[in-house]
């Protein structure tokens, strides 16, 4: 699984297989521990502010209630530069805004990494102002990877607004009133890690 080109795919396989931990048991009695090595960048994985600020809140610092049952707000888009127009009719405070483009259907192939959706500075700005909680989106990178800037991550995770990137399935969710989760373990130096992302209805 390679979510970001030029990072690694994760290395998913047996520390101490079943056959071969038999030897320290009696006998009928096996374990397996698994042994993984990867990139926090894996996966759908949500960003906290020390992804980009060295002064930022890491994974240990982020109160467990910042991922957990936060009211959703689902917004579909076509446009592939997501200005802040789009969220104008929508209440995002206290939100997690998702964002469902579609692009998720490119998963797995090359055409994910390339001219995907994603929002505009002004869209951060504005997600900003209006108190959003988490943002996220379907879509390869929240910000345009065709330049090395990056206003969006710069300006939400200074503002504590955590971001979920690699989403896949938003058009499943129903149009009822929604809470998300995207629960990450608590690490101390680390500023993004994969999550199980859910949605259920309140």
């Known amino acids: 699984m390679i979510t970001y080109k030029g990072l690694p795919a994760p290395l998913i396989c047996d520390y101490l297989s079943r056959e071969d931990s038999k030897k320290n048991y009696a006998e009928g009695t096996s ?3 698994g042994k993984i090595e990867m990139v926090s960048n894996t996966g759908t994985y949500v ?7 060295e002064d930022g ?3 240990n610092d982020v ?8 009211p959703v707000v689902v917004i579909t888009v ?6 802040p127009e789009i969220f104008a009719k929508h209440d995002v405070n206290g939100k997690a805004v998702l964002v469902n ?10 055409q994910y990494f390339e001219n995907h959706p994603f929002l505009t500075q002004e869209s951060a700005e504005y997600l900003k ?6 943002v996220g989106i379907d879509s390869h990178n929240i910000d345009d990877t065709r330049t090395k800037s990056r206003p969006v991550h710069t300006i939400l995770l200074r503002a504590d ?8 399935n938003l058009d499943s969710l129903p149009k009822t009133d929604l809470l998300f989760t995207a629960v990450p373990p608590k690490f101390k130096g680390v500023g993004t890690f994969p999550v199980r992302a859910f949605a259920i209805e309140e």
């Open 101 to 110: 483009t579609g692009w998720s259907k490119h998963w797995r192939t090359d």
């Open 78 to 83: 076509n446009e592939m530069s997501i200005g």
């Open 57 to 59: 809140k890491d994974l």
């Open 47 to 53: 960003d906290v502010p020390f992804h980009r600020y």
């Open 31 to 33: 374990f397996q521990i």
């Open 63 to 70: 109160a467990l209630e910042r991922f957990v049952n936060i």
């Open 129 to 134: 102002e209006k108190g959003a909680k988490l």
């Open 161 to 168: 607004i955590l971001i979920v990137e690699h989403m896949c």
